[in-house]
């Protein structure tokens, strides 16, 4: 493949080695002092999008404008889906708030748990996340789409509460919080309580390299496909 990395940081460095490594081809390379455009991507197979809320939705949009495949990392866009997806006919658009193969395994595994938990109504479910002091957004994309999962399969839990809770909890909303300190890992666990005991599945990012060999894998597989995908699609 010949990949344009939109983005250029440390997640674009991070993708750029891997797939080196791969034998894949490094097109291009764009950033905000460096903005991609359609003439740009002529010679390009698939972007792989890695920047910020602020400047993702013009990268996707010159991506499918150019016709060309586009995976995206960043968050904080997803309200604009309904717009996106109509144009999205000559190419292919696949986007995740996690790209870790072993993260969107976790997911899977959740939501075989969150089955389980539903008739099992001595469990209350939460999540909590751990971040590196610089990540911009809390709680993350990542732990999010956990609770949109456990919202989706446990019918007692009516809604995600993020803020801070003060006093009791609404037995009906699910709690996700978060930490952000140092240099940690991302780290997010998935809890279910009871009187008796408790179950958790834990997920600690050692290093970039997981999210980058799966945005690799992801443009890899959304080859010769057309319109909008997620990693819940590709194979693991």
Known sequence: MRIALIGYGKMGHEIEAAALEQGETIAGTFDIGNPVDVAS????????????????????RTAVEAKRDIVVGTTGWYEQLPEIRPLVKDSGLLYSPNFSIGVNMAFRLVAAAAEMMNNATAYD????EWHHRQKADS????????????????????????????????????????????????THIVGFESDADSIEIKHVAKTRRGFALGAIRAAQWLKGRKGVYTMDDVQL
């Open 41 to 60: 991507l002529a010679n390009v197979d698939v972007c792989i999008e890695f920047s910020t809320p602020q400047t993702v939705l013009q990268n996707v």
């Open 139 to 186: 709680p993350s994309g990542t732990a999010l789409k956990l609770a949109e999962i456990l919202l989706a399969k446990i019918d007692r839990k009516k809604r995600i509460e993020t803020a801070r809770v003060d006093g009791k909890i609404d037995p009906s909303a699910l709690h996700v919080s978060s930490t952000r300190v140092g240099t940690v890992p991302g």
């Open 125 to 128: 479910a939460w999540i909590h």
